[in-house]
């Protein structure tokens, strides 16, 4: 299948996974994951519809962003200090921030270009050893740490569940990171939104969805395997 094929497929299960969870039909957010991919395939993409593309790499989206207009690009891949200044320009939403150290950063970066920087907080809901994202238990700190730094707005979490995690696995970890948002939440930390969940990918969106990801971030659905 090709690139309008997928892409189709793709939001027809997004809106039966949000009929069936009983939400609302724009509920989802899709971010096309274009990492490894050229522009000349990307731009069928867009040609589709997708308005949102995720890279994990700083240096693609710098070698790509140029060339690829009417589009919005989030970072979902893990960042390093060093690199924030070369996209805090580009970037609508960062998903990958996973310290206090790198969010002072992103503040930092922004201010001098006079922007707010929304940013997700990566969440290792599963403990696996493998993933990165700071630990559930110290999310609410590392919320209040980040609120302090005018030009940074956490809007959400976003988390990665193990590729070969079962169906019960998929839904204990999804809930999981909705649960510890809500309740972050009710603690209404000023300059704290959380309204954002970036949770499920390919092989597990539909299963994000039923538990309440608002932002899915899909590569090999729409773009085929790397
Ligand atoms: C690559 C990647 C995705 C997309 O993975 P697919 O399985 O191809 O949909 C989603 N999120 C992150 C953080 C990724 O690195």
């Known amino acids: 299948m090709g690139i309008p094929e997928n892409t189709e497929e793709v939001r027809r299960k ?9 939400r609302n039909e724009k509920a989802v957010t899709l971010v096309g994951v ?23 790499r700083v240096q693609e ?37 996973d310290s206090v150290e790198l969010a002072r950063e992103i503040d930092k970066q922004a201010k001098k270009i006079g922007k707010i920087q929304e940013i997700l907080i990566q969440v290792n809901i599963s403990g696996e050893e493998s993933k990165s994202g700071i630990e559930p238990c110290e999310a609410e700190s590392v919320c209040r740490q980040i609120a302090e730094f005018e030009n940074v707005r956490v809007k959400g979490f976003m988390t990665m569940a193990p590729r070969l995690a ?7 970890i999804f809930g999981g990171l909705r649960l510890l948002m809500q309740k972050i939440k009710e603690k209404n930390i000023e300059n704290v939104e959380l309204c954002e969940l970036s949770m499920g990918m390919s ?14 971030r899909v590569g090999t659905g729409i773009f085929g395997l790397r």
């Open 166 to 172: 079962g169906e019960d696995e998929l839904r204990e």
């Open 203 to 216: 092989g597990d969106y539909e299963t994000a969805i039923m538990e309440g990801a608002t932002i899915v």
């Open 61 to 97: 989206i710098m070698e790509k962003y140029e060339h690829i207009d009417g589009v919005s690009w989030h970072l979902i891949g893990h960042l390093q200090k060093n690199k924030v200044k070369y996209i805090v320009d580009k970037v609508e939403l960062i998903h990958s921030v």
């Open 14 to 22: 997004i809106s039966e996974a949000l009929k069936k969870s009983g």
């Open 34 to 56: 274009s990492k490894t991919k050229p522009v000349e395939l990307i731009k069928e993409a867009v040609e589709c519809g997708i308005t949102v593309l995720g890279e994990n």
